[in-house]
Nanobody, 118 residues
Framework: QVQLVESGGGWVQAGGSLRLSCLAS????????MGWFRQRPGEAREFVAS????????DYADSVKGRFTISRDNAKNTVYLQMRSLKPEDTAVYFC???????????WGKGTLVSVSS
């Protein structure tokens, strides 16, 4: 049974930092590209960042470039999202995603809430 469990969310003032973690189990972590998405109340889920299986070639939404950093530790089956210079508009539920195109496998975590106050 595949599980993706996010942690590290919480409340922070604007300009602050948080680091999200996503621990994966039940899959071969190194075979999956990993990503972070977020969903604000009443809005569609949107892409935040992704990282390839080997950890190179990170990709970011324009809205978070220069502020967020995605990384992974394949030995720990964990992907991270370091968030700096947080803004109120970053307030959302953040979801972890694992994707393997070849196998057609796509898994999601249940999300962690990030609240940024002005």
């Amino acid at each position: 049974q595949v599980q993706l469990v996010e942690s590290g969310g919480g409340w922070v003032q604007a300009g602050g930092s948080l680091r999200l973690s996503c621990l994966a189990s039940g899959l071969t972590f190194s075979k999956y590209a990993m990503g972070w998405f977020r969903q604000r109340p009443g809005e569609a889920r949107e892409f935040v960042a992704s990282i390839t299986r080997s950890g190179d070639m990170p990709d970011y939404a324009d809205s978070v470039k220069g502020r967020f950093t995605i990384s992974r530790d394949n030995a720990k089956n964990t992907v991270y999202l370091q968030m700096r210079s947080l803004k109120p508009e970053d307030t959302a539920v953040y979801f972890c995603n694992a994707l393997n195109w070849e196998e057609g496998s796509d898994f999601w975590g249940k999300g962690t809430l990030v609240s940024v106050s002005s």
